[in-house]
């Protein structure tokens, strides 16, 4: 069996992707600020085809001095699209070149974007050098204090695993997934291609995300499920995994059993994030516990492996 979590990571020095950064013009010191990232996403997992198709809306909101000609995006399932993408790079200087020799169909991609900023049509490129980093040039300069929704469709061919993105057969680790726009600081833009080291440099904002998939997976994702239905599911799932584990389980056996032909559809809600994980197997065990925090708040903990 394999062992999941979803964990809030230390940001690494970015001192390594200084040659990525686009720099404002250097003069007088800004104030501090954040830019607000928010975002609703609606998504349909095709575990036949290992593919994600969905879209998605992201509301920009520039708490920056500057007005703000375009937006740089990442877009970082395209990182295992070929073998010139900086993560495939990284891979081989670390010594490992299993990507770089890997099968056609285990490589993966996003397909079908047309990003739109108000529901107008905006034109976009990728980057020159970076399959997974785009750049969205918006109808009219996004002026300070103010804030514009970027949407596109998209389709996401999944990898297989060779990082944090990617399967293994029907067990899905979905960490990167979406269109996500760069940091935007004191400093200028910080576009920067994926590499499984330090990618977790984004802006904070709410997420609203609804997921479809065969109604016999476990789902344990970033934020509060709000379906009514899957709470119960889960917690049917809890009282059957707590009878299994007392009685022991053969763990030299581990298939992967049939995907229900009927759809669930769950909604999670997070607020005061930078960032959206889901982690998907139908063979995963469920444990639930809760925390009390200093403050009087209940905190409910789940344990999916």
Known sequence: MRLFCLSVFLLLPFLLFSQTLKPS?????????????NYKIAATLN??????????????????????????MHLWGNAFKNRNSAFCRQKLRDGSARFYF????????????????NGQKVEWRFDKKNPDIALLKLPQPLAPGSRVTIAT???????????????????????????????????????????DMGEFYSEFGSFDVT????????????????????IEFLAKKETESREKLAKGVDKTKDPFPASSPTAKTIRYTAD?????????????????????LASGRTVDCWAMF
């Open 102 to 117: 890997a099968d056609e169909q285990d490589l993966g991609y996003f397909k079908n974007l047309e990003f739109t900023a």
């Open 25 to 37: 013009n250097p003069q007088t010191p800004k104030p501090y600020f954040q830019q607000e990232v």
């Open 272 to 292: 005061r994030v930078h960032d959206f994980a889901w982690f998907a197997d139908k063979r995963f065990f469920v444990l639930k516990d809760t925390a009390r």
């Open 211 to 230: 997921l479809t998939l065969p109604d016999n997976y476990v789902v344990g994702a970033t934020g509060v499920l709000q379906t009514s239905s899957e």
């Open 47 to 72: 575990d036949s085809a290992h593919t994600l198709a969905g879209n998605i809306e992201i509301e920009y909101v520039n708490n920056s001095p500057d007005a703000l000609p375009e937006i740089w």
């Open 153 to 195: 469709p998209f389709l996401l061919k999944i990898p297989a695993s060779f990082s944090r993105l990617g399967h293994v057969g029907t067990s899905y680790q979905m960490t990167q997934w979406y269109p996500k726009p760069a940091v935007y600081d004191h400093k200028g833009w910080h576009p920067m291609p994926y590499l």
